[in-house]
């Protein structure tokens, strides 16, 4: 069974730029939900789709967005990219984000903002 | 916002047994206990998790005490591939939403 994919595994871009991130969570996996790591400020919840709906939101500013298909694929989107937004994203999923199932992560993609 | 503790850093002979502890003194009856890992520039990795009683899969057991303030995760026979940081993490059951709260964890330095 496949794990979580997320594409691209590495990507350098240019402040002001935006940038578009996507996974596909475990086939049967309805929830989905994103998460930011940097070195200053570890793992930090960005938020969570499921059916299509944004059911959580982490405190990030309006810059950064995602959306979710009806296949369950997601996308996540930061538009002006700054250069502390160079970090890990990590996607992760589970089959419907209820307490006691378990979250599957991905491998990550590595933003660079130059 | 996390609700667990977890000593910074720990070391551990290969091939001896890992125990690494986590306090949630806060914890309600109906919050999960949650570990994760992660190797150097990888998403991480599920090992366990539990609510009351302690639990055991093919990569390590999980100890909670009665009182469910505090818990152990035991990794039997600890190898180089073991050197990681370790996430304890508390979830509440019953609620919506794949929001997982990480701490600082513990980097476990497996020695040869």
């Known amino acids: 069974k496949a794990g979580v994919t997320q594409t691209p595994r590495y990507l350098i871009k240019t402040r002001g730029q935006q940038v578009t991130l996507s996974c596909s969570p475990i086939s049967g996996h309805r929830s989905v939900s994103w998460y930011q790591q940097t070195p200053g400020q570890g793992l930090q919840f960005l938020f969570e789709y499921f059916s299509e709906t944004q059911r959580n939101k982490g405190n990030f500013p309006g810059r950064f967005s995602g959306r979710q298909f009806s296949n369950s694929r997601s996308e996540m989107n930061v538009s002006t990219l700054e250069l502390g937004d160079s970090a890990l994203y990590l996607c992760?999923?589970?089959?419907?984000?209820?307490?006691?199932?378990?979250?599957?992560f991905g491998e990550g993609s590595w933003l660079t903002v130059v | 916002d996390a609700k667990t503790t977890q000593p910074p850093s720990m070391d551990c002979a290969e091939g001896r047994a890992a125990n690494l502890p986590c306090n949630h003194s806060?914890?309600?009856?109906?919050?999960?206990v949650y570990w994760y890992r992660q190797i150097h520039s990888q998403g991480p990795q599920y090992i366990i998790h539990g609510l009351k009683n302690n639990e055991t899969n093919e990569m390590a057991s999980l100890i909670i005490t009665e009182d469910r303030k505090s818990s152990t995760l035991i990794l039997p026979h600890a190898t180089l591939r073991d050197t990681a940081v370790y996430y304890c993490?508390?979830?509440?059951?019953?609620?919506?939403?794949?929001?997982?709260?990480f701490g600082a964890g513990t980097i476990l330095r497996v020695k040869s």
């Open positions: 806060t914890i309600s009856g109906n919050e999960y």
């Open positions: 992760a999923s589970s089959i419907d984000g209820v307490t006691g199932n378990t979250i599957y």
């Open positions: 993490i508390v979830r509440v059951a019953g609620e919506y939403g794949n929001k997982l709260v």
